[in-house]
């Protein structure tokens, strides 16, 4: 694989966020990826995501499997923790390094046939687990390193670029992660920057399982015009659930207006926020009815786009207060901690007698 380094050379009056960085601090490597592929768009969004929450690249662990989209880590935040695993592993890999130090931020990007097929299993546990962590799919429906076969994602009626015919429904992931109990699920589209980043910023921030489904359109293998996942069909055929932004933890900004009415709302940086309630027949903190619209808008060729579901209160635990796990991150534990002695083994193996 080749590598490409960027100039180090930059402009002295860049912009800087909170922590002193620039949004150059937070790219990594020259992408090699297909002119045009819309997961070079995603790893963007995740630059300004994080250079806008603010996000030291140190606290940042991103993971990946192998596919296109796996490559994409190496092309954004040069400084965090990274590891590539193998195909349809990377939720094992995320388990065992969230749960050996919770303090980091971690991010998982995979793609449709690292999640949907090899690592079906893989995704369905970590859910499940509500492992907290951010998974993000750079979905396209396609095998793009292997020169174009379907994935569990590509949609019936969508043909390969050479006309070959799909025989198999897709699998929706956003419907799968719901039902399975992630407690936050969107879907983007990657040309759509100013809905993905402040879903990539509110992902990042969510505490517990946030997954988001970002069609991305492969420009090599499945962007004619016959398929669903191409840059002209799913322009035409979006249905955009929700106008939001991400606003971080500060003092309360309330509103009160009524249904399918659309209001400014001061911020405290200054800037408006533009809110559009959505009417009664759709409730994102209702997993029932958001799968179901999901289902419904499917049937009708539309592509759901936005916060499709966020658990409402405090939802369920997550993966650490239901195992109990030590509030100190292991690596940071000492021997006596990590040794207790002869007797403390006795007790747990008199506990399981």
Avoid: W
């Avoid at 909170?18 to 090699?32: F, I, N």
């Avoid at 546990?125 to 750079?138: G, K, L």
């Avoid at 039902?179 to 589209?189: K, N, P, Q, T, Y």
Wanted: glycine share 8%; aromatic share 8%.
């Amino acid at each position: 694989m080749t590598f490409i380094k960027k100039p180090v050379a930059r402009h002295p009056k860049l912009p800087v966020n909170k922590m002193g960085l620039t949004r150059r601090d937070y790219e990594g490597l020259v992408s090699t990826l297909c002119a045009g592929c819309g997961h070079d768009s995603i790893s963007a969004a995740i630059i300004e995501a994080c250079y806008q929450i603010d996000l030291p690249a140190h606290r940042l662990a991103k993971l990946s499997g192998i596919g296109c989209s796996s490559k994409t880590p190496t092309y954004f935040l040069n400084k965090s923790h990274g590891f590539n695993c193998v195909h349809g592993r990377m939720p094992s890999i995320a388990t065992g390094a969230n749960l050996a130090n919770r303090d980091l931020v971690y991010l998982g990007v995979s793609g449709d046939g690292d999640t949907a097929s090899i690592g079906l299993g893989q995704f369905c546990h970590a859910v499940r687990r509500r492992m907290n962590m951010t998974y993000i799919v750079e979905n396209n429906g396609t095998y793009g390193l292997t020169k174009g076969q379907f994935s569990a994602t590509n949609d019936k009626s969508s043909p390969s670029k050479k006309g070959e015919q799909n025989f198999y429904d897709a699998i929706d992931l956003c419907v799968m992660a719901i039902e399975l109990g992630a407690g936050f699920v969107a879907r983007s589209f990657s040309g759509d920057k100013d809905q993905l980043v402040p879903l990539i910023k509110a992902a990042l921030n969510y505490e517990g399982f946030a997954f988001l489904d970002v069609i991305s359109p492969c420009v090599t293998f499945n962007n004619h015009q016959a398929s669903t996942k191409s840059y002209d069909y799913v322009r035409e055929h979006t249905a955009v659930m929700d106008k939001l932004d991400f606003i971080p933890e500060k003092t309360e900004i309330t509103a009160q207006y009524e249904e399918g009415q659309t209001i400014n709302i001061a911020m405290h940086d200054g800037s408006n926020m533009t809110l559009h309630k959505l009417d009664s027949q759709y409730d994102p903190r209702n997993p029932v009815s958001a799968a179901a619209t999901l289902k419904e808008r499917y049937l009708e060729g539309q592509v759901v786009t936005g916060l499709l579901y966020v658990e409402d209160g405090n939802g369920d635990k997550d993966m650490h207060e239901i195992l109990n796990t030590s509030k100190t991150p292991l690596n940071e534990l000492g021997r006596d901690d990590l040794c207790p002695g002869s007797d403390k083994l006795a007790e747990v193996n008199k506990s399981l007698q």
